[in-house]
């Protein structure tokens, strides 16, 4: 069966430091693998999508970046933190389903002081 | 273009009372619709889908939704709510392989 990790599971970080969270999934190929961002109150935002390795889409301009350096890794980075960036980070993958149903993962709470 | 909107930010009802949380959809195509559930801090869960069958679409823990094409309703019932229900429940909507657009959620709280 497959699985998707995160980790870590809450990071505390400073203002203006670096970030790199990670994303895992286990028992798939090719999965297509989504970033989102889940802010107090305004349900969950989209920030990028992959369908394969090295091919990233941004949905939303901001100072996050991502990378999928193999096929079942999808890893969020930011340079410089800001307070905005606070929020819950949500992992999920599909697969060829055309239903669109995706698996999400355990999430990271980042708190940005 | 494809949206979602959840009708309640907050649903209070008693426990073994009945659940209604509501979400009305647009879509240019023939749309995939979800519901997910998420307890705090945890990933979000699948409680059910409807791709297209029946429109009458039962899921986990007695959950079901109804899929109205004429008025652009999945709505999400479930007979007797339980403590274990409290939760926040969203409603997503897909059309073929476009992203999914998630609702801005709603609250469900139990009392005893």
């Known amino acids: 069966s497959q699985t998707i990790h995160q980790w870590p599971a809450t990071l505390v970080q400073p203002v203006g430091s670096p970030l790199s969270l990670e994303c895992t999934v286990e028992?798939?190929?090719?999965?297509?693998l989504y970033w989102y961002r889940q802010a107090a109150g305004r349900g969950l935002q989209l920030l990028f999508y992959s369908v394969g390795i090295g091919q990233i889409s941004s949905e939303v301009p901001q100072n996050l970046s991502a990378s999928r350096p193999q096929d079942r890794q999808f890893i969020l980075s930011s340079k410089k933190l800001l307070l905005s960036d606070s929020g819950f980070y949500l992992c999920a993958w599909n697969g060829a389903s055309a239903d669109g149903e995706q698996f999400f993962g355990p999430g990271t709470r980042l708190t940005v002081l | 273009a494809q949206s979602v909107t959840q009708l309640d930010s907050h649903v209070s009802v008693s426990e073994g009372t009945p659940v209604l949380l509501r979400c009305n959809y647009s879509?240019?195509?023939?749309?995939?619709l979800f519901w997910y559930v998420q307890h705090p801090n945890k990933g979000l869960q699948l409680l059910l889908k409807y791709t297209s069958a029946a429109t009458l679409v039962k899921g986990i823990n007695g959950f079901e939704a109804e899929f109205k094409k004429s008025e652009t309703s999945f709505h999400l019932t479930k007979p007797s709510a339980h403590m274990s229900d409290a939760a926040e429940y969203f409603c997503v909507v897909t059309s073929g392989y476009s992203t999914l657009t998630f609702g801005k959620g709603t609250m469900l709280l139990v009392s005893p």
């Open positions: 028992g798939t190929s090719n999965p297509n």
């Open positions: 879509s240019s195509y023939s749309p995939s």
